[in-house]
């Protein structure tokens, strides 16, 4: 039996159509009626629909019949693709035994995808290179057969090419994941290790775990030890997705599948970690999943100060589906009490924060997001400020660090110049440029992360006509000349709208923040000054005229009705705003810290 | 077309008058999209119908909309005959720039042609509709207007701030850029020049954006100012009975058909209102009127005792400087009525 699984991931870039292989897969297995089939079926989130992205990975159990007459059960385990979710990848990836790289014919390998890749080739995954999009009139799938040859070392003659789009060479690649990638190995009879590589809370169920069994076997039942935290459970349920959950008598070593055990707390099931029998437990657990830091830190407050504790049980239980998300409580005299968050990336940031409006109903201020500093103090201490408004002052500042990243970028050469100027502008420093192809080059630069974070993504796609691709990865602490910018409303200053800026750059920056935020906040019944300071020094004024209108020229008997449906509208918007003294600011004023440049 | 038209409505004035056998109406008021149109011959047949079927108080004021140039002597001497005794003139401008933008089809000639058949023609009860906010209009073109508008000695002048529906041709040729966004400060001084200018030349400010010399308020719109019940007749018109607003069948055809062949006139209820919500529509329609409103009167009308329950908000809005509290009367201050949705939208 267990010679004919295989289990597999799917590594691609964002938009290289992943998620229209799986849907392809599915169908082509018959794993799903035609009825039942929807585009981006595993992205089981509206958001991931939406944004047409994969956020969540779901795995299913396709049962396929290949050539040789035998039948096979293909575990898919779908990953990001995205650089903010490279952690869920590697949580995919630690299940399998091999991996399909899915590139685009016209687009060629991208930085990130080049990193999944290496990730896959450290854990000794079987790579089955796949060429996507051939129906395109822009695709070249000899340049990108050589380009992968190249850089990845995987032979040409190998690479399958397909249009997912069309279903053309889907079976090829069936075929493929049945005859080249080499299924688990894992003695059943030994004690039980399952990995525990994603979870979700279910209202029904309690926590849900998504297993890959290791060796040994477990059923319905059992009684299951977490080998982290020493904590036992009953199984109530186990089951396997295909692609619906489906209960089964028992998973083996080299399987995939879910289990349920009426584990209430979220922290139970954390990700990572091995379950094992707790009447015959395995002496040692699996290798965990590197723990992921959060890099970039931003506030969340419910814009009702009732819902805190709504929001705190909001982010408990997406925590559970999300390990990469940190957050512990802290207050702002301009919000209120709230939640400092952390996350993984602007991207991870955008759909927690979505997550929490869209599943639990909230709905919440975000402030600007920030990283992590370093600063040394004139005592000689050492603290790290991840809140612009723990900043010290000044006169006890010895000196600043902030994180820097080793950014390789992927671009055509007629963009090299582009890219360059773009790293410049954001303060980086050039390590190296190496040719892939005589067409595409990598570039790698050093950059502070929080040049990274807020728009850079934006500016390389739009100076690249979106060529080029991007990845990183952290590589420490650097110095760096940075000052605490303040803004203060009506003479007070609004900790939450505190930003941390270069030295040079400040006085651009704070009229550049003045001039947005004037812009955003709509006139109130009094005049509103607004200032940028640094220290005690104003840098920058503005002001928002008092409100002098608002008004309904005409009011009669046919369309009062109406006209009361207009001043409820009204209303609501004003429900969306956060009154800070006797402002009202709309609660995206908070971010239009960070958007300043990208509205340029 | 429109011989089919009124032919359905007289079927539709008859039909209805049996739920409102126990009303006794003080006003008739012909309007929306252009009565004037019509010969006085139908305009009489309507109103015989009306007067037949509903019971009338003996002063009833019956006004109709009319634009410039779709009337002559003649003509507003036969609807004096018929029973018209109040007229709504659109006027809108008077300078043929702004007409042209505003899409009028008439000109200031017309206009001053029509006046002066007005001032024959007997009727003695006139309102001038007039619009600022134009695009390209400046203060000073306003005021011309104004001043123009009460040369004629109207009893009546209702001034409205252009205010556009974003799907109206004008409204996008504004978003594309093509002409100027409206300026609100400007906007500002010039309602409060026309409050100043019209206080001076003897007109009442008696709601947001409308004056009478003393005793030609229009009562009609009072009533929904009040919000008293009315019944509205002719296709898309919107009546209010028993705390329920209800429209009629808002498209032509249809509401031709169902009278025509079934014999029938569709409505749909557009809002059921509770005593709360019946006082909240009160308030914020009273509140348009200078006068404001008596919260004794609320309290026997809907049983709730307003000041009591929205104290709170009602102070916070005397403190802004947008409510003027007076021994049981409520109402909006000066700086209030270019600010009246920031009043009505605390009480919603």
Known sequence: ?600 | MLERYIHCLLKEIKLRSTQWKDYQFSTIYLGGGTPSLLEPFQIEQILKAIFHNYVLTTDTEISMEANPATVNLESLRGFREAGINRISLGVQSFQDNELKILGRIHRVSEIKDTLGALAKSGIKNINLDLIYGIPGQTWKDWLFNLRMAVKYHPQHISAYLLQLDPSVPLARRIISGEIPAENEDLQYAMYYSTIDYLSGQGYQHYEISNFALTGYECHHNLIYWQAHEYLGLGVGAVSYQNGQRIINKANLHDYLTRLESDGICDTKILETMNEREKMLDALILGLRMTTGIKPSELEVRFGIDFIQEYYAIIKKLEQDGLLIIEPDRIRISRRGYFLSNQVFSRFI
């Open chain 1, 1 to 600: 039996m267990q010679n004919r699984i295989r289990n597999f991931s799917i590594i691609a870039h964002i938009d290289h159509g992943k998620s229209t292989l799986a849907d392809r897969l599915l169908q082509e297995t018959g794993a799903l009626a035609e009825r039942e089939m929807r585009e981006q079926f595993l992205d089981k989130m509206d958001l991931e629909r939406e944004k047409g992205i994969t956020i969540k990975l779901q795995p299913v159990r396709l049962e396929y019949i290949a050539r040789d007459g035998e039948t096979y059960i293909l575990n898919l385990i779908d990953t990001p693709g995205h650089v903010d979710f490279s952690y869920e990848v590697s949580r995919s990836l630690a299940a399998c035994e091999g991996a399909l790289l899915v590139v685009d014919a016209s687009q060629g390998i991208e930085a990130q995808t080049l990193a999944n890749v290496y990730m896959a080739m450290d854990l000794n995954l079987e790579i089955i290179g796949v060429i996507n999009k051939i129906d395109l009139p822009g695709a070249e799938p000899e340049i990108v057969k050589q380009e992968m040859e190249n850089v990845l070392g995987i032979d040409r003659d190998e690479i399958i090419p397909i249009s997912a789009k069309l279903g053309i060479g889907v079976e090829d690649v069936l075929e493929a994941i049945v005859a080249r990638i080499p299924p688990p190995r894992g003695d059943e009879n030994a004690e039980l290790k399952a990995l525990i590589f994603d979870s979700y809370f279910d209202a029904y169920k309690g926590a849900i775990s998504y297993i890959r069994v290791d060796s040994g076997k477990l059923k319905k039942g059992d009684i299951i030890r977490m080998m982290s935290t020493g904590k036992e459970f009953e199984l109530t349920e186990i089951g396997v997705l295909n692609p619906f959950m489906n209960q089964v008598e028992s998973l083996k070593a080299g399987e995939v599948g879910y289990l349920a055990a009426a584990m209430k707390n979220v922290a139970d099931t954390k990700v990572g970690d091995t379950i094992t029998n707790a009447g015959r437990p395995a002496p040692r657990a699996l290798e965990g999943y590197k723990e992921v830091k959060p890099v970039v830190f931003c506030g969340l407050y419910p814009l009702e100060n009732s819902e805190f504790e709504k929001l705190r049980d909001a982010l408990e239980k997406l925590k559970l589906n999300d390990a990469s998300l940190l957050y512990e409580p802290e207050s702002s005299d301009a919000l209120g009490f709230g939640f400092r968050c952390g996350f993984l990336g602007l991207l991870h940031m955008e759909i927690v924060r979505e997550r929490l409006e869209r599943e639990y109903d909230l709905t919440l201020l975000a402030t600007a997001p920030s990283v992590i500093y370093r600063i040394l103090l004139t005592d000689g201490s050492e603290v790290f400020v991840q809140n612009p408004s723990h900043w010290p002052d000044a006169q006890r500042i010895e000196m600043v660090m902030e994180p820097f990243v080793k950014a390789s970028i992927m671009v055509p050469n007629d963009y090299i110049g582009a890219v360059m100027e773009l790293c410049q502008e954001k303060r980086g420093s050039f390590v190296n440029m190496e040719y892939l192809t005589p067409q595409r080059v990598m570039i790698s630069y050093n950059l502070p992360l929080a040049e990274i974070l807020f728009d850079f993504f934006d500016g390389l796609k739009s100076r690249t006509k979106g060529y080029a691709s991007l990845d990183y990865e952290i590589k420490g602490y650097e110095a760096s000349d940075l000052i605490k910018l303040d803004i203060l409303l009506n003479g007070e200053p609004v900790d939450a709208l505190s930003s941390i800026v270069h030295k040079e750059k400040s006085y651009q920056r704070g009229r550049a923040l003045v001039e947005k935020l004037r812009k955003i906040i709509p006139r109130q019944m009094y005049e509103v000054a607004i200032q940028a300071s640094i220290g005690n020094r104003v840098i920058a004024r503005e002001s928002v005229k008092a409100m002098r209108k608002d008004v309904l020229a005409k009011c009669y008997g046919g369309d009062i009705t109406r006209k009361k449906k207009l001043l409820e509208k009204q209303k609501e918007g004003k429900k969306r705003m956060k009154q800070i003294g006797r402002i009202e600011i709309p609660r995206d004023a908070f971010m239009s810290v960070m958007d300043i440049e990208s509205d340029k």
